[in-house]
């Protein structure tokens, strides 16, 4: 058993790390409510978007199209991984690594495979064994939609210079503080509406349908990103508290573990104690 101030230490020790664990568990609950009103409040409107602009380019003239609807084939591809800068929020980065990985590696198997990270994880991770395109991990230090908004153009002049046949965006769509839905979603080129959608929307288009498209899909297309970015940075946010929530009970659960230990351990010695005085007092009464 080991002695008692070593027990002492210990104790003293994760009580340490229980605190820190304890205000980074508020800190994040503080943070997760503002990232949470936020994509709560787009997402409807960044849906309609989409909707609309899938029913458009759907109706449209296969001339008439968009470059950015362009379906080839493909063979160069850009994958878009969205983690975090920093740790200690359990499997969230782990999730879309390993999915980003998959794509590479599976889907995509046999076709050039590139990485953009939107987050200092994927960059140090992914860059390891794959090409990084680019690093963008700084637009966290001031999520706007106008910082992501030059991100959404990157990837739009890629594919349209024909750098990229496809461009997949990978990242964690926040459902609640507990769970986190690691989501794979194309972004280039655009998904057209099926069938049954695209004929049932009734619009009155104003001046035509071209000139709104043409007008409608980088805007579109940067609301779409800056809505996986939100939708990441409210997830980090909830996965880091409910991580830090679990180890504080853990350190709380060691904590008590040790104090039982070392009063069992205080106990043990001062039974020996009184049996050395106990043995002594008869030896010298002998």
């Known amino acids: 058993m080991a002695n008692l101030k070593e027990i002492r230490n210990r104790i003293a020790s994760v009580s340490s790390t229980m605190q820190i664990t304890s205000a980074m568990k508020m800190v994040s609950a503080a943070k997760l409510k503002k990232a949470q009103d936020a994509i709560t409040a787009m997402r409807p409107y960044a849906d309609k978007l989409t909707e609309l602009l899938q029913a458009l380019s759907a109706s449209l003239d296969a001339d ?58 994927a960059n140090d991770i992914l860059g390891k064994k794959n090409s990084i395109a680019a690093n963008h991990s700084d637009v966290f230090d001031d999520l706007t939609f106008e910082n992501v908004a030059i991100i959404a153009e990157e990837l ?39 069938g049954d959608q695209s004929s049932n929307a009734d619009y009155i288009f104003e001046p035509s349908k071209v000139e709104i498209v043409e007008q409608l899909i980088p805007k579109s297309l940067k609301t779409q990103l800056y809505k996986a970015v939100r939708d990441s940075f409210a997830s980090e946010h909830g996965a ?28 043990a010695a001062i039974t020996n104690e009184i049996l050395e005085i106990v043995s002594g007092a008869e030896a010298l009464s002998n």
């Open 64 to 121: 008439s199209g968009s470059s950015y609807a362009d379906n080839r084939p493909v063979n160069k591809v850009l994958v878009v991984a969205i983690t975090s800068n920093r740790g200690l929020c359990g499997a969230f980065n782990t999730n879309i690594l390993k999915q980003s990985s998959y794509l590479a590696e599976d889907t995509f198997q046999g076709k050039q495979v590139d990485f953009m990270a939107i987050g200092k994880k």
């Open 240 to 267: 880091r508290m409910t991580a830090m929530h679990k180890a504080t009970d853990n350190a709380t659960e060691l904590r008590d573990q040790l104090k039982l230990t070392y009063n069992q351990a205080r106990q």
């Open 156 to 194: 739009m002049d890629l594919f349209k210079n024909g750098s990229y046949d496809r461009i997949e965006l990978v990242y964690n769509k926040f459902k609640n503080a507990a769970t986190q839905i690691v989501t794979t979603e194309q972004f280039l080129p655009i998904v057209p509406a099926d």
